[in-house]
């Protein structure tokens, strides 16, 4: 079984460093690696030559289009029958292919998608992060779970697809935000079967500061709605817990002015969040950070989501987008 590995790349040398350098370590090594350079100003090839003797690299310019049309680039150069997606700021631990090629000869899927972790190298910050990306008490630990919805669906960090499949739906669409879920509801409404891989994770970097997270998560937010447009049904409960939040503690602000006891709820699911993290990442520090994380999720995805509902649905507005210029600063 031979794999394909495609990575977009905007900006980001630094870490691509450190994801073909953990590609080199793999214990299984039938793969080819396609870079896809998205229009970078912070070009990655200098990186990318260190690599060309310990790896099978294609490396590729074209101008900036966003991570799907990138992918969907990179694909029409693959080799072979399955295709392998990372992000740029991702670590692949060295079983990571060894795992996945046992898995499916021994499992008939069309498509799969891994977890995250954070290893602990990783700062303070993207700790923090990574804790509200996977908690339960964000609603973020539903993503990662085989149980969480009536079927997978794969998120592009780390998805793994045959080209047969891949090709059949025409790739990714031009979505710029949400296009994995997108690619993803395509397969899953063109009868694809898709699966979770749970020992084929990767350590994922996300955001270096909290401001870039607050951006991901708020274009996040309006994505939802836009899929919602795009695919009728797609949107569950689960989706709308953010906006809720938003609301709720909203209301418990200006209540307080009346009833002060009522502050004692965001300090309470502050204080839950702190031991939660403290009991998973065994640091003060980062259980304190997990805090301000925590709440960046649920108030950027729920701001970015009822804005939308408010442009989408009620406005009958087009669709839109935040932070597109300034995504990573």
Same mark, same amino acid.
């Given at each position: ?10 900006n ?6 450190e994801?073909l ?5 793999q214990t ?7 870079i ?7 070009k ?7 690599y060309?003797?310990?790896?099978s690299?294609?490396?590729?310019e074209?101008?900036?289009s ?12 693959a080799?072979y ?12 631990p060295?079983?990571y292919?060894?795992?996945v090629a046992?898995?499916?000869?021994n499992?008939k ?6 977890p995250?972790?954070?290893l ?6 993207q700790?923090a992060?990574?804790?509200s990306m ?16 009536d079927? =997978?669906?794969? &998120?592009s960090? %780390?998805? /793994?697809v ?9 790739? @990714?669409? $031009? ?7 997108? =690619?993803?509801? &395509?397969l899953? %409404?063109? /009868? ?6 749970t020992?084929?994770?990767? @350590?994922? $970097? ?7 997270? =607050?951006?991901?998560?708020y274009n ?6 836009n ?7 797609s949107? $569950? ?8 939040f938003?609301i ?5 602000l ?6 002060p ?10 204080l ?8 998973i990442?065994?640091?003060i520090?980062?259980?304190l950070y997990?805090i301000?994380?925590s ?6 995805y ?7 509902v408010w442009?989408r ?6 669709e ?6 300034k995504?990573?600063?």
């Open positions: 079984m031979y794999f394909s590995i495609i990575i977009p790349v905007y980001r040398p630094d870490e691509l460093d994801l350098l953990s590609l080199c370590k299984y090594h039938h793969f080819e690696v396609i896809v350079e998205d229009g970078s100003e912070l990655s090839d200098k990186v990318v030559s260190k060309y003797d310990r790896l690299i294609n490396y590729l074209k101008p900036n966003g991570p799907g049309l990138s992918r969907n680039a990179g694909a029409e150069q080799q029958d399955w295709l392998i997606f990372f992000d740029s700021d991702c670590i692949i060295e079983h292919l060894e795992n046992t898995h499916l000869s499992s899927t069309d498509a799969y998608g891994g995250d972790a954070a602990p190298s990783f700062s303070t910050t700790k992060i990574n804790y996977t908690s339960f008490f964000t609603t973020g630990g539903i993503r990662g779970s085989k149980k969480s919805m079927k =997978f669906h794969p &998120r960090f %780390n998805l /793994g045959t080209k047969k499949a891949f090709n059949s739906i025409e790739g @990714y669409g $031009k979505m710029r935000f949400g296009e994995d879920i997108d =690619f993803s509801l &395509r899953l %409404n063109a /009868g694809y079967k898709t699966a979770l891989i020992d084929a994770f990767v @350590y994922h $970097k996300r955001r270096s500061t909290f401001r870039q997270f =607050f951006k991901q998560v996040s937010g309006i994505a939802r709605i899929l919602h447009l795009l695919h009728p049904g949107l $569950k409960l689960v989706h709308t817990l953010p906006a809720c938003v709720g503690m909203a209301s418990v200006i209540l307080s002015l009346f009833y006891l009522l502050l004692l709820l965001p300090l309470a699911y502050s839950i969040v702190f031991i939660d993290s403290l009991l990442n065994k640091s520090s980062v259980a997990s301000a994380a709440w960046i999720q649920l108030i950027g729920g701001t970015g989501f009822l804005s939308a442009r649905l009620i406005l009958k507005k087009g839109f987008k935040a932070f597109e210029k995504f990573y600063k």
